[in-house]
């Protein structure tokens, strides 16, 4: 048995929260390897002035992880899975996923709600589906293209450059802020991409051994639930800057998989869902996308 494992990660205070909680979980299976982190940085964290939507290529987060990994610099590397592409590299495979988190989007603001908002008030996202989904919902606002650590984003809104911002309950829980958030935006309206709150393990396809020690930490009904959000993501041709969302909820046997698709500008939104089995969560993946593009999608992807 490995008797040492190093792992991948980002570099920010988030990332690293985050790759310790996965230290966390495989020291309570297996209590006498020794474990290190390795920091690394990915051409999303550098070039971090531009808008991820206007960054060339995809995996801007996790590339530079996959390459530590088929270089053998690290032994798995830990990723926010909303960042995967829906491709991985050969010989990389997805192992283990953590059990997700409150996968909804959040206002951070100085204590308004959405609705409570003056028309006209900046507000900070640098997602293009956060984008259009706050247009169709406050068409009033004015939305800002707004990148950076959690901690510098939310600086601006206390020195007034804006007046709240989008983002992600499970990180904002993850680094203890939960405080900071002024309400959790319905998912009627504003549903979140695939795979937001959960963290995902991504190893070598041939490291039998530490295959072994990752499996025992994944969560079933999160991978079931997220093999059904990338599936829908894949057949639609998205990649995670897409303006495509989707969000899957497993209840006993059964999965259900709700879906979003709009165009660039936003001016059209396709929304919905469809129930299916847990023991088939790629297919169900599959259908939704189908029964999109039958209601218009492929218009606009």
Not at 148 to 166: K, S, Y
Not at 276 to 287: A, D, L, N
Request: aromatic letters at 2%; a neutral charge; charged letters at 25%.
């Amino acid at each position: 048995m490995r008797k040492e494992i190093v792992i991948g990660s980002r570099g920010s205070r988030l990332a690293m929260i985050q790759a310790n909680l996965v230290v966390a979980q495989i020291r309570q299976v297996n209590p006498d390897i020794k474990i290190s982190i390795s920091q690394i940085i990915t051409k999303g964290d550098y070039n971090h002035h531009t808008q991820l939507n206007h960054i060339e290529g995809v995996g801007i987060f996790v590339k530079e992880l996959d390459e530590a990994l088929l270089e053998k610099r690290v032994d798995l590397a830990v990723h926010s899975l909303k960042d995967i592409p829906t491709q991985i590299p050969s010989g990389l495979r997805l192992t283990a996923v953590t059990e997700k988190l409150d996968p909804r989007d959040v206002l951070v603001s100085r204590g308004e709600k959405l609705a409570e908002l003056a028309p006209g008030s900046k507000i900070g996202t640098n997602s293009l589906r956060r984008t259009i989904q706050l247009t169709a919902y406050r068409p009033d606002l004015e939305v800002c293209a707004i990148r950076g650590n959690v901690d510098t984003r939310l600086r601006r809104i206390e020195e007034g450059e804006i007046a709240g911002l989008i983002l992600a309950a499970a990180g904002l829980k993850r680094l203890g802020w939960a405080e900071k958030i002024s309400e959790y935006l319905p998912l009627e309206h504003f549903l979140p991409t695939a795979g937001q709150g959960a963290l995902a393990i991504e190893l070598r396809s041939d490291d039998k051994e530490v295959i072994e020690i990752v499996s025992a930490l994944n969560h079933l009904p999160t991978w079931q639930s997220i093999t059904a959000e990338r599936a829908f993501l894949h057949s639609l041709g998205g990649g995670c800057q897409a303006p495509i969302a989707a969000l899957g909820r497993v209840n006993g046997a059964s999965l259900n998989l709700e879906g979003m698709v709009a165009d660039g500008s936003g001016g059209k939104i396709i929304h919905t869902s469809i129930e299916g089995s847990v023991t088939s969560p790629e297919e169900v993946g599959v259908r939704l996308a189908r029964n999109m593009l039958k209601m218009g999608a492929a218009e606009f992807l």
